[in-house]
């Protein structure tokens, strides 16, 4: 078959007939027509293009055009017929068929040995919402959709400035996908951008159906427990990344983008530390990690003083524990295993099932639950509180992957503890840590900048004021890292 | 208000990240030589020298201080980045493979003491179920997985804050307790069993040479080895006024010496230090035996992942050793870990320094 576009249209015809399957594929339409005298038609997918824009500036002036062409060459004639912005010719009809499946109108026309193609996609998405797991109480409350141009003119609306650079490429052999690799041109690091670019190049699949499964091709150790990449919804919290010095991927069809390389503390970040006032930012972000550390290790800690070391308890306390436990049939490993399964089996029910009724399902389940094992002494009280506890800290944690990574991590910590006490415990804290600081986010050390140290913004534990942070994070080219000179609070000479 | 902060040039921000893996490798160290020099006070020289450890520590420690800053001066004068490129130039490739042989093998003998603690700690101190043999897997086990390239040494530097936090808590409740009465008899139980416990502690200095296996930083090397030094005598200090000549140098067997340092504090704090004992000597272990990996590749430069594994594997293998004769071994094996390379380390840079003349 040949690969290059003839002057016959009856060739081209047969042949993009035959490429784009036409005799099945019913939405694949065609329209045929005579402009300047010849024969010509064009191509596009129903329900992609738009059908006013095809009707008023593609058919309409051509079909006015009954005389023959004042221009020499036909496709010069044409293009000054057609009065779309986004117009372009292809000579092969690989790039023809690639045009008219990714929503493009492509118009063949009788002695034109090209195919001219208009963007004048246009297609049923969802409106720009607010984001449905990153809310935030100070800030914009608008989220990513589904389309790659929303996506990026959110982004572009944030961030005018022409160094904000969108490298549009597709991923995926069989049926590629569209995305955007977008990074800002001053503070991104050249061998980060190398990086991602080699990565996306090196990705052999025939499809890419989600942006998760696009983070899971990417990321540098996928056998790890910790998310790698982090995803966002939010457009300030995309456009924060950038200014930082980060990749980020949007993805045609996600409504998250991709943002790379990350540390480990970045994702205890959210964008209410920087709208709000430092002190609040500050302190939020120590309850966060607060509630991370209760998520993995409260329940392990629970078994561990109450089976191990029971000595290091307060007299009255252990009493009690002991009075209940004896009530009880299980043993106290074997409840808090059951009362954690609980909590995960409630929160999976509360996520699948739509809308306000997951709400009251997960509160619901959880408060007649635990009164009815209580109440058949199948697990003793203080045992509610501690699964309580360590649950509301898993909510604490602002990235939901690293919310599942701790809840996973918590299982692991309380089988240390059932095993070897608070020793194994210690032990296994340290291997966990010394296995964090050697991850690694796209080549850059994850547990940057505290190990190793880094030159960077000092917003990492602690949210600094805005004026001290005059330095992108140091995921960013470390030659470009001032954000500003001088003082950020130029009218203040005290 | 301050509205201003600190702008460093590109060139220093790049330095700054190399400084950053320096001082993980040096955080690394200093663990490694506290851990090592504790040990040592706790189990060689304090049975012997009783209220007279903390000082008796020192003395032990200052042949490896001399030697330090001996080499240092050597090196100087030399004009040899290193003790490798020292031996380099007096002995030629031999010489760096004899000073990196020297390094594994004291780094060796120091993993094996410190695994061999603490296994004893958990079988003896503590009283966990298990063999020692069944237990130095399970720790081996949990060793492999931490072993990772540089992620030991960045995450010892990680962990250095909240080591040093538990440090400080019980050194706390050691201050509590403390009694000046505790520091008498000075000189212990007199000068025959100090100077058995200088015979047992004096190898106790050989750690202080390992810095000088790499290329200098541009900070100053003479005060390396004050930091740990210091922090380890603070240390055993606190224990010698919190403790009474009596209980300290009756003891014998190596899981009750490790215990005793912590048997005395509430129930709490107590539980608290053994986790601080257990987690420093797990570092520890996994520090000798990656830097011993090290030093064994370090002369061809090559980089052979699987190294480290065999030597925790076989470290652990030892464990199925009777070991009360293995720490007997190990004992006589330490008091020449710093005569040996010093011979060696001295007597290469006189080469190199006749030579360069």
Redesign the interface.
């Given at each position: 078959m040949p690969e290059k576009i003839s002057s016959s249209l009856e060739q081209n015809l047969s042949v993009l007939e035959a490429r784009l399957f036409r005799d099945v594929n019913t939405d694949m339409t065609r329209r045929d027509f005579r402009v300047f005298r010849r024969e010509a038609a064009v191509y596009f997918v129903d329900g992609l293009v738009s059908s006013d824009f095809l009707q008023h500036y593609i058919l309409t002036p051509c079909q006015e055009q009954t005389d023959a062409p004042l221009a020499a060459d036909l496709q010069d004639a044409l293009l000054q017929t057609i009065h779309v912005g986004d117009a372009k010719a292809v000579s092969t009809y690989a790039e023809a068929v690639d045009a008219i499946v990714n929503g493009k109108a492509v118009l063949v026309a009788d002695g034109m040995p090209a195919a001219l193609c208009f963007d004048i996609r246009y297609f049923v998405r969802r409106g720009i919402a607010p984001p449905l797991t990153e809310s935030v109480v100070n800030g914009p409350h608008q989220g990513f959709n589904e389309a790659l141009r929303d996506n990026i003119t959110l982004l572009r609306r944030i961030l005018h400035t022409p160094e904000l650079i969108g490298e549009m490429r597709t991923i995926g052999e069989a049926s590629p996908t569209n995305i955007c690799v977008m990074y800002l041109k001053n503070a991104v690091d050249g061998q980060t951008l190398q990086r991602v670019k080699n990565r996306l190049a090196g990705i052999r699949v025939d499809q890419v159906l989600s942006i998760g499964a696009l983070e899971q091709l990417m990321e540098d150790k996928p056998f790890a427990l910790l998310p790698q990449c982090c995803l966002t919804e939010r457009p300030d919290r995309a456009a924060s990344f950038l200014l930082e010095g980060q990749v980020v991927i949007v993805m045609d069809g996600a409504p998250q983008v991709l943002a790379m390389p990350i540390s480990f503390l970045h994702l205890f970040h959210t964008p209410d530390d920087t709208s709000m006032r430092w002190q609040y930012g500050t302190f939020l972000r120590m309850i966060r990690l607060l509630g991370a550390l209760c998520t993995l290790l409260l329940p392990g800690l629970f078994v561990a003083a109450v089976t191990f070391h029971p000595e290091a308890l307060p007299v009255t306390l252990l009493t009690a524990i002991l009075e209940s436990q004896a009530q009880v049939p299980l043993s106290i490993p074997a409840e808090t295993l059951l009362m954690l399964l609980m909590f995960n089996l409630i929160n999976e029910a509360g996520t699948r099932v739509p809308g306000v009724v997951g709400n009251s399902l997960g509160t619901v389940s959880g408060l007649i639950l635990g009164q009815a094992a209580v109440e058949a002494k199948l697990i003793h009280p203080l045992l509610i509180i501690v699964v309580a506890v360590s649950s509301l800290g898993s909510y604490a944690i602002p990235d939901y992957s690293l919310g599942m990574a701790f809840r996973i991590g918590q299982l692991i910590f309380l089988a240390a503890g059932c095993i070897f006490g608070l020793y194994g415990m210690v032990l296994l804290s340290a291997v966990m840590v010394v296995r964090l600081c050697g991850m690694t986010s796209l080549g850059a050390p994850f547990a940057a900048p505290v190990a190793p140290v880094r030159t960077h913004n000092p917003d990492v534990f602690l949210r600094y004021p805005l004026w001290h942070q005059r330095l992108r994070t140091w995921l960013g080219n470390p030659f470009s890292m001032e954000r500003t000179r001088g003082r950020m609070r130029g009218w203040d000479r005290r | 208000?301050k509205?201003?902060?600190t702008?460093?040039s590109?060139e220093?921000?790049?330095a700054?990240?190399e400084?950053?893996?320096r001082?993980?490798l040096r955080s690394q160290w200093r663990l490694l030589a506290c851990v090592s020099i504790l040990r040592t006070a706790v189990t060689r020289i304090m049975p012997l020298a009783g209220a007279a450890t903390w000082w008796m520590t020192l003395v032990c420690l200052l042949p490896g201080l001399v030697l330090y800053w001996l080499a240092c001066l050597g090196l100087r004068i030399t004009k040899a980045a290193s003790l490798p490129e020292g031996a380099r130039l007096a002995l030629g490739k031999a010489g760096v493979w004899l000073v990196c042989a020297l390094a594994a093998v004291a780094l060796a003998v120091d993993a094996l003491s410190t695994i061999t603690a603490l296994i004893t700690l958990?079988t003896e101190g503590?009283g966990?179920q298990g063999t020692q043999w069944t237990l130095a897997l399970a720790?081996a086990g949990?060793?492999l997985?931490?072993l990772?390239?540089?992620?030991?040494a960045?995450?010892?530097?990680?962990?250095r804050v909240p080591l040093l936090a538990l440090l400080g808590a019980v050194l706390l409740e050691l201050v509590s307790g403390a009694r000046l009465d505790h520091l008498f008899p000075v000189l212990g139980d007199g000068v025959s069993s100090l100077w058995a416990a200088f015979q047992a502690g004096a190898g106790a200095g050989w750690m202080f040479l390992l810095p000088l296996l790499q290329a200098p930083t541009k900070e100053s090397r003479w005060r390396e080895p004050l930091p740990p030094v210091g922090l380890c005598i603070v240390v055993l200090l606190c224990l010698n006024l919190a403790l009474p000549h009596e209980l300290l140098s009756n003891q014998n067997a190596l899981g009750d010496c490790l215990v005793l340092t912590v048997a005395h504090l509430p129930?709490?704090v107590r539980?608290l230090a053994?986790?601080l004992w257990?987690?420093a000597l797990?570092?520890a272990l996994?520090s000798s035996v990656s830097l011993c990996a090290g030093q064994l590749l370090a002369p061809n430069g090559r980089r052979v992942v699987w190294l480290p594994g065999v030597l925790v594997l076989a470290a652990a293998a030892t464990q199925l050793l009777d070991i009360r004769e293995l720490w007997t071994q190990l004992g006589a094996l330490e008091r020449w870990l710093l005569a040996v390379p010093g011979v060696g380390a001295g007597v290469s840079l006189l080469l190199c320094w006749r030579k360069r003349k």
């Open positions: - | 208000m509205t201003t902060s702008v460093h590109p220093e921000r790049l700054q990240r400084l950053g893996e001082l993980a958990f503590i966990t720790a949990l060793l997985f931490a990772n390239g540089e992620a030991l960045r995450g010892v530097y990680f962990l129930a709490f539980l053994l986790c257990i987690a797990f570092l996994g």
